[in-house]
T-cell receptor
Framework: GAGVSQSPSNKVTEKGKDVELRCDPI?????LYWYRQSLGQGLEFLIY????????KSGLPSDRFSAERTGGSVSTLTIQRTQQEDSAVYLC??????????????FGEGSWLTVV | GENVEQHPSTLSVQEGDSAVIKCTYS??????FPWYKQELGKRPQLIID?????GEKKDQRIAVTLNKTAKHFSLHITETQPEDSAVYFC????????????FGTGTKLQVIP
């Protein structure tokens, strides 16, 4: 695709429900990142994929958070039993990662999650 | 893994003045350093980057400098304008391994008209 696509763009869910956030990276991009950004805060790293594997999942806040990537393309971030503190923008990003000095990251528009 | 520190966290300047944001990194093998600008409610977007084989790069009113020995790099914005108001993030990429990009904590720049 032309850019990183995320869905849904906005999601309001009740506390305790599960949510799935989807990311479709730029075609051919092997690296994929998930970040969380609370209002007025920085980029909180969640997980990094290289192809289908996740060599770094150190940022996942708890075992309620999981992510997978299939076919080296689309990724899904799942949050189980959502809590109010999960409310944030979830940003996906991708890069070619063929050479580290060409590792430009492109971000999606984000999924705005509100837990009520 | 890589650790990137960014200062200051907030910066206010008068329109027309210069702004400087500084970052330090921990992994001497990192060789690519991009800067991203995030306007309110928008996604972060790349504004300039620098590779380890150069010490400075300029693009109109913005410039980046890199000191590999000291492991720090800086963003310089001259003749600031209100539209420069945003959050700026620096980042560093590890050489080898999984080439993960690590971001700094961000600097909120406010340009006062």
């Amino acid at each position: 695709g032309a850019g990183v696509s995320q869905s849904p763009s906005n999601k309001v869910t009740e506390k305790g429900k599960d949510v799935e956030l989807r990311c479709d990276p730029i075609s051919g991009h092997t690296a994929l990142y998930w970040y969380r950004q609370s209002l007025g805060q920085g980029l909180e790293f969640l997980i990094y994929f290289q192809g289908n594997s996740a060599p770094d999942k150190s940022g996942l806040p708890s075992d309620r958070f999981s992510a997978e990537r299939t076919g080296g393309s689309v990724s899904t971030l799942t949050i189980q039993r959502t809590q109010q503190e999960d409310s944030a923008v979830y940003l996906c990003a991708s890069s070619l990662a063929l050479r580290s000095d060409r590792n430009t990251i492109y971000f999606g528009e984000g999924s705005w999650l509100t837990v009520v | 893994g890589e650790n990137v520190e960014q200062h200051p966290s907030t910066l206010s300047v008068q329109e027309g003045d210069s702004a400087v944001i500084k970052c330090t990194y921990s992994d001497s093998a990192s060789n690519y350093f991009p800067w991203y600008k995030q306007e309110l409610g928008k996604r972060p977007q790349l504004i300039i980057d620098i590779r380890s084989n150069v010490g400075e790069k300029k693009d109109q009113r913005i410039a980046v400098t890199l000191n590999k020995t000291a492991k720090h790099f800086s963003l310089h914005i001259t003749e600031t304008q209100p539209e420069d108001s945003a959050v700026y993030f620096c980042a560093a990429t590890e050489l080898g391994g999984y080439q993960k990009v690590t971001f700094g904590t961000g600097t909120k720049l406010q340009v006062i008209p």
